[in-house]
């Protein structure tokens, strides 16, 4: 298993999805980011039409993490699940890889219609980990929450915070007053890093603050720290077409 340090500021994935958005309106394309654009449509075509989406993460210079692909596709095809692999060297998918911040390869995630991650894990040998029940599963209540919210149309912020963690304090009152802003678009869903683990791993989330978006079919598209305005983290979220 080998770990692997990524790492993107909110301000670079805006950007990203910006150029992309402006490129789209002007007829235009650039193909660094177009790529990674069209992944992520494609995961959300897939969790539209399949029971779910298997994300495949592995690193070509780390030769046998891409060993098992073949088995982790056939047990997608098999649930009738999508199926994409994504090397996180790739710097065309490099905003793909850290949205789920992605630290060891393989890493396998299995994401469910409007309820985000519902399953992760990694290893050396992930099929065996799949079959064993050796994953991370995303709580009942939250994944409850996040599915409601998609029912509804809105996105979810999941907000890392911890009473210890003085950015956190400082930026609740912001977050709320983005979700009071966003005219319902956007739902934010708090959790406590001390008394919920299995979520701070289930999105690999090292240390508070940490927020991350997920889009109206549960879809990790946003993954940042400090949140400078209310305002802008919207302007942000409307530039991607998540609100």
């Given at each position: 298993?080998?770990?692997?340090?990524?790492?993107?500021?909110?301000?670079?994935?805006?950007?990203?999805?910006?150029?992309?958005s402006?490129?789209?309106?002007?007829?235009?394309?650039?193909p660094r980011?177009?790529?990674?654009a069209?992944?992520?449509?494609?995961?959300?075509?897939?969790?539209?039409?399949?029971?779910?989406?298997?994300?495949?993460?592995?690193?070509?210079?780390?030769?046998?993490?891409?060993?098992?692909?073949?088995?982790?596709?056939?047990?997608?095809?098999?649930?009738?699940?999508?199926?994409?692999?994504?090397?996180?060297?790739?710097?065309?998918?490099?905003?793909?890889?850290?949205?789920?911040?992605?630290?060891?390869?393989?890493?396998v995630?299995?994401?469910?219609?409007?309820?985000?991650?519902?399953?992760?894990?990694?290893?050396?040998?992930?099929?065996?980990?799949?079959?064993?029940?050796?994953?991370?599963?995303?709580?009942?209540?939250?994944?409850?929450?996040?599915?409601?919210?998609?029912?509804?149309?809105?996105?979810?912020?999941?907000?890392?915070?911890?009473?210890?963690?003085?950015?956190?304090?400082?930026?609740?009152?912001?977050?709320?007053?983005?979700?009071?802003?966003?005219?319902g678009?956007?739902?934010?869903?708090?959790?406590?890093?001390?008394?919920?683990?299995?979520?701070?791993?289930?999105?690999?989330?090292?240390?508070?603050?940490?927020?991350?978006?997920?889009?109206?079919?549960?879809?990790?598209?946003?993954?940042?720290?400090?949140?400078?305005?209310?305002?802008?983290?919207?302007?942000?979220?409307?530039?991607?077409?998540?609100?």
């Open positions: 298993m080998k770990k692997i340090s990524i790492f993107i500021a909110m301000a670079a994935i805006a950007v990203s999805c910006a150029a992309v402006r490129a789209a309106g002007q007829g235009k394309t650039d980011k177009s790529r990674a069209a992944l992520m449509a494609d995961i959300k075509k897939d969790l539209a039409k399949k029971s779910g989406v298997y994300l495949y993460f592995y690193a070509d210079s780390y030769g046998t993490s891409i060993n098992e692909s073949a088995r982790i596709e056939k047990i997608a095809k098999g649930e009738k699940a999508g199926f994409h692999l994504i090397n996180v060297e790739d710097g065309e998918l490099e905003a793909v890889s850290s949205i789920y911040n992605i630290e060891f390869v393989p890493t995630l299995r994401l469910g219609r409007g309820a985000g991650v519902v399953e992760e894990f990694e290893g050396p040998k992930p099929v065996a980990a799949l079959t064993a029940g050796r994953k991370r599963k995303n709580p009942p209540a939250l994944a409850k929450q996040i599915s409601e919210n998609s029912k509804k149309g809105s996105a979810t912020l999941l907000e890392f915070y911890a009473e210890w963690c003085s950015p956190c304090m400082k930026m609740m009152p912001l977050l709320k007053e983005a979700e009071e802003k966003s005219g678009r956007l739902k934010v869903v708090r959790i406590h890093v001390d008394k919920d683990g299995d979520t701070l791993r289930m999105y690999n989330v090292d240390s508070p603050p940490a927020n991350i978006v997920l889009d109206a079919d549960g879809v990790p598209r946003l993954r940042t720290g400090a949140i400078p305005s209310p305002q802008l983290l919207l302007d942000v979220l409307k530039d991607m077409g998540v609100i």
